[in-house]
């Protein structure tokens, strides 16, 4: 079932793009995978979303190729978690504009309802979605950390498609498993 509009045909690269990404649940189930929080119910807990809306989402961003389900044993049986993919991680511009736009824009409602995007390499605020303004260095997702008072005191290092992986070969020898980063606070 379409959650709307079918646009993936479309002439136009930003209707083809925003059939994927312009969605907001979807945006935010990005935003919890790149904060290493990729399985269901530490998802749904932390957007507070109903299991149903959960659900599509999780399923557009996986045929659109963003995550990809991969299990985990949670000590009595196995079950899926949701990683990124190189397609999720090349999502995570669209995502600090966002974050960027919306720090510049917007009011926020309290002192914590902030979200900065940092560059890791040189630990400074950056207001560019793709390139450090500080030092000038392209923001990947394995030098990237967002900073959310609501959810930490300290920046928070971004989740991505070959960390998760590796993480798992590294600490179970198993190329089918993932890294557990567990839920961001």
Request: charged share 25%.
């Amino acid at each position: 079932m379409a959650l709307r509009s079918d646009w993936s045909q479309r002439t136009c690269s930003m209707a083809r793009g925003l059939d994927i990404l312009g969605d907001a649940w979807g945006m935010l189930v990005l935003r919890e995978v790149f904060f290493g929080n990729g399985r269901f119910d530490a998802i749904r807990e932390r957007l507070r979303v109903a299991d149903s809306v959960l659900t599509k989402r999780l399923a557009a961003l996986t045929d659109a190729g963003l995550l990809t389900r991969r299990p985990y044993d949670d000590g009595g049986r196995t079950r899926q978690e949701y990683v990124l993919t190189a397609a999720g991680e090349d999502a995570l511009p669209v995502l600090n504009a966002v974050v960027i736009w919306a720090e510049k824009h917007l009011p926020a409602p309290s002192d914590q309802a902030h979200m900065y995007v940092i560059h890791s390499t040189c630990g400074r605020r950056t207001s560019s979605a793709d390139t450090c303004t500080e030092c000038g260095e392209r923001l990947t997702a394995e030098n990237t950390s967002w900073h959310s008072l609501a959810r930490t005191g300290a920046p928070v290092q971004l989740a991505t498609a070959a960390t998760k992986a590796a993480g798992a070969i590294k600490a179970t020898g198993d190329t089918n498993a993932t890294e557990d980063k567990g839920t961001a606070a």
